[in-house]
């Protein structure tokens, strides 16, 4: 694989099929981008990401602005991988239950692997 580092952390994609939300081109880019900084061990923060204590401890969302709409990717840092959990259309002010539940029930069923 082309510029990957070998203390790269992996990326775990914990539900269905890895495939990439209709984002803009560029919005992809920033995605990839700020994914593989958490890779190499940056910490991130607002506004490109934000803690999410709600779903669990070391939880956080990336948050990507593209065209009109604006996407946001739950992950958690674990010592051995970024672990993603959702992707999501961000519509509303607060992040939708639905949503929390998911990532927590997705979280538990990793953790008790």
Request: net charge positive.
């Amino acid at each position: 694989m082309k510029n990957v580092v070998a203390d790269d952390k992996p990326i775990a994609w914990l539900a269905g099929e890895i495939r990439s939300p209709p984002l803009s081109v560029a919005s992809k880019r920033e995605a990839g981008f700020l994914l593989r900084q958490l890779q190499r061990g940056k910490s991130l923060s607002m506004p490109e990401s934000r803690p999410m204590p709600s779903i669990g401890r070391h939880c956080n969302e990336l948050r990507i602005v593209d065209l009109n709409t604006t996407w946001r990717i739950i992950y958690r840092i674990d010592q051995d991988a970024i672990v993603l959990l959702e992707v999501f259309a961000k519509k509303t002010q607060a992040t939708p239950k639905k949503v929390i539940d998911i990532c927590k029930k997705r979280l538990a069923d990793y953790d008790s692997m």
